[in-house]
């Protein structure tokens, strides 16, 4: 059992690393749209671009962080019941 327990931590892993090589070649993609735009604009310009990156990363990040406050305050207030008869049949 514990073999099988390092073989599943090193399938997981591997699986993990393989996605993440996979990924790289999107890392040094550029949107060439924003790179003119910012290249040719003034400082309100620039300014504009910051302010609309930030509008559109500020609410993902607090909805995240707020769903995960949620579910770890109201974790304990959801109790299952572990009978063996039970198993399965809240699905």
């Known amino acids: ?15 993990g690393l393989v996605l993440l090589l996979t990924a ?3 890392f040094s993609q550029n949107c060439a749209l924003c790179y003119t735009q910012a290249a040719s604009a003034g400082a309100r310009m620039i300014q504009a671009l910051k302010s609309g990156i ?23 207030q959801v109790r299952r019941t572990e009978s063996p ?5 809240d699905w």
């Open 54 to 76: 930030l509008v559109l990363i500020i609410p993902p990040t607090l909805g995240s962080i707020g769903m995960i406050f949620v579910v770890h305050h109201k974790r304990n």
């Open 85 to 89: 008869d039970e198993f399965g049949q």
């Open 24 to 26: 790289l070649p999107a």
């Open 1 to 15: 059992m514990k073999l099988e327990s390092r073989l599943r931590t090193v399938y997981v892993a591997l699986t």
